[in-house]
């Protein structure tokens, strides 16, 4: 079903799903006006996508949370489901994630509950175009700002896209599940050592790095809480309220942690007893209640290894395959 | 704390990704000179690594992207400019004055504030627009000042329980601080007015009419003004 214009697609969203925003790589150079990142909570799977349907990596796409929406393509187009499995379907026929899949104008692409994990990005091939607000396409819910006015999706909700590139893939492309299988491994979640990981007892950091803790229910993308053995400090009281990092683990009085993710709060004075290392901050946002996580120190020097390690493995050559007919 | 005394600034990798520069721990016009040279020399000389930059009381955390220069290249590119923070002048505060309307309709906590501290409203006003603040930083949540000094007489202590939902504009105390919650969002502080200005306005430039270093004070206004003036901001 080519096309020789590549015509711009839009999409309707028939059902919205449980939570779903429009979200690129996140906004930076916001903080110092209160503005965290935003962006996608596993920018990985957001990245993997765009690889499958030729758009740049930073494309705006459909974050989809823990029940996925449907949507009726107007126009002919290319899109790829990436992160959980919903169980999807195009026009009651089965879809398989983590590939590119060519939709003919009036098919109906529908996502159920997710089976695992918490969030999967519907990428279309020219990117969800939004009004930019500064410099990013992406949703923070707290701040009401950019995506759809701040909100999340609506049914009726009429989405433009952008321009394909000139030369879309023409056969269908799937990630590589060896490189799925060591991006998502079900290993401890890694982390550095906080800025005042030393106010915490020698006992409470031992028992962080050993325990199992429990995600709770009053989870978003402003922070995951926890819920395990409790963490105390040596010395009561907060500390000056100071930057927050994306990742950092904060541990307020009632010595139970929460993880800060993509709308944290840019300050805080809660002391942080770890961060959770670039490279595994894509596996938080997959992340749903009641999972259990464990978490393990390593060095920056580790840290930094594995990011160059992921950033290779995202290259199209690595991440990419043909898919056999 | 520990015993061992720590030498200021400290550099410290908050994170793989950041960087924590402090000044002192304590809340000091002496350490906020020295975060705004820091934040002003940032901004004037940066780093094509540089993702953020959250300026707070008495320190500087700095994100980057470690995968375009190496986390020991940033270190030592802030570290330089740590080391020449007076090349950079310090310009004159602006002064910025905020309308609020103190009256219990809009400061739910105005009497428990006057309750707590032994006053009346009327004298909690009178302190509160009393002062001129300075804005420390803009931090926590999107355009929310922290100002100092708060008078010592309105000292209240936060809710136990946070409100789910603070109004857009309301003005309020935490323990010795004072603040403005520029959009709606769950927060401990007691409210003793608000303001009818809109603070924060994603779709300006800059977004928040307050910026760090700013002095503050703010301007009593009737209910009636407080209504005209919301008009005048919400209208088209």
Known sequence: MRTPSHPRASILAVSPGFLTTVQDLGRDHCAHWGISPSGAADPVSLRLGNLLVGNPQNAPALEMTLIGGSFRFEQPSIFALAGSDMGATLDNEEIPAWQSVRVRPGQTLRCGPMKSGARCYLCIAGGIVVQPVLSSASTHLLAALGGLSGRSLKAGDVLQCGAQRAEPPTKARAVNKRVLEIFFENGPIRVTAGPQGDLFSADSQLRFSTSTYTVKEESDRMGLRLKGPILRRVVDGDTTTEGISLGAIQVPPDGQPIILFVEHPTTGGYPKIANVISADLHRIGQLRPRDQINFEFVNHENAISLLKEQEDLLSPQHALQPVRQ | ?236
């Open chain 2, 1 to 236: 704390m520990s015993s061992e005394k720590l030498s200021y600034p400290r550099f410290q990798r908050a994170s793989d990704h950041s960087l924590l520069v402090t000044f002192g721990e304590r809340i000091s016009r002496k350490h906020h000179r020295d975060v705004l040279q820091l934040f002003g020399l940032l901004q004037s000389a940066p780093n094509r690594a540089t993702r953020n930059i959250h300026p707070a009381y008495s320190s500087v955390l700095i994100s980057f992207n470690p995968l375009v220069t190496r986390p020991e290249k940033f270190d030592s590119y802030v570290r330089r400019l740590v080391d020449r923070l007076d090349d950079i002048e310090v310009s004159a505060s602006r002064g910025v004055e905020i309308p609020v309307c103190y009256d219990k309709t809009l400061g739910p906590d105005l009497e428990f504030v006057a309750h707590h501290n032994g006053l009346t409203t009327d004298d909690v006003i009178r302190h509160h627009s009393s002062v001129e603040y300075l804005v420390y930083f803009i931090g926590f949540s999107p355009g929310f000042p922290y100002l100092g000094e708060l008078p010592y007489q309105l000292r209240t202590p936060r809710l136990s329980t946070p409100r789910v939902i603070v109004p857009g504009g309301s003005v309020a105390i935490g323990g010795n601080q004072t603040g403005i919650y520029p959009i709606a969002s769950p927060g401990g502080w007691r409210i003793i007015g608000r303001t009818p200005l809109k603070l924060f306005d994603p779709l300006r430039m800059p977004p928040t009419t307050l910026e760090i270093g700013d002095m503050v004070r703010f301007k009593p206004i009737s209910v009636l003004h407080y209504q005209s003036l919301l008009g005048a901001v919400d209208k088209p």
